[in-house]
């Protein structure tokens, strides 16, 4: 698969993200709400465990084929192979290297949606040029706003926008080729942004991802040991965990501006995460 560069020159762009700590209205009551189990994405891995939101809205062709993946347990086993400090960690290709690919046609690009203005949870920036906002916990672009996009009568040219802990799918050259590999951001990145595709977001285990082994390969790569949807786990055994409601996003979003001033991103807001 192709490699996702980083432009040494665009380098200083990645350290400020995920720098803001999680706020005491996080905890307060109504302020949590569950995952969709359909749409919930484990990952236990040789470091420890991963709970991604899949979001169908983005990209519903890849969601399509990672569970397809998963429930064939292609993924089971998989090494990190590709692993960079501050940027990425790649997985998903049968061969464990770039250039992988499963049995499967490679899939249409899913790099730009359309979604109506009612759709975003919570909003970041409306400027003159662009918005920003949240699909659930996923953070996202879009063009600027207009009055049919606010009155829910016209859809809106949107994009994943790529911060901490997003994660998309690989793809070779070609933008039609992505196919089994995903990928998830360690930090901020948005020359990403829509070249390729985001579906969901890493809500429970952006420290493991930071543990995993460096390297192009690592020497010693970690694994993906089991991938599961947690609807096919067991109701008993699935874990108890809950996000930020879009009330609650769209506190924590004013309290980050607050405090960042006007070089506020939607990339600066942190998303806690509980287990009951």
Known sequence: MKKLALNASLRLFVGLAGSISCSSFAFETGAWRNLDPENTLIIDSSKGRLIIEMRPELAPKAIERIKLLTREKIYDGLQFHRVI????????????????????????????????????????????????????????????????????????????????????????????????????????????????????????????????????????????????????????SRPAIKVPSDTAMSKMIAQTREEIGADFSVCDVRIPSKMD
């Open 85 to 236: 400090a501050k940027f990425v960690a790649q997985t998903g290709n049968p061969n464990n290297k770039n250039g992988g690919t499963s049995s499967h046609p490679d899939l249409p690009p899913e790099m730009v949606f359309r979604t109506s203005y009612t759709n975003i949870g919570a909003w970041a920036t409306q400027s003159s040029d662009s918005s920003s906002g949240f699909i659930g916990t996923v953070p996202i672009q879009s063009l600027p706003l207009k009055d049919a996009n606010k009155n829910g009568q016209a859809a809106l040219r949107s994009w994943g926008a790529h911060c901490p802990g997003v994660a998309g799918m690989g793809r070779d050259e070609a933008r039609d080729s992505a196919n089994s590999e995903l990928y998830f951001m360690l930090d901020a990145y948005r020359p990403l942004d829509r070249d390729y595709t985001v579906f969901g977001r890493v809500v429970s285990g952006m420290d493991v991802l930071l543990s995993l082994q460096h390297g192009e390969p690592p020497a010693h790569p970690d694994v993906m040991q089991t991938v599961r949807i947690m609807a096919d786990i067991p109701e008993s």
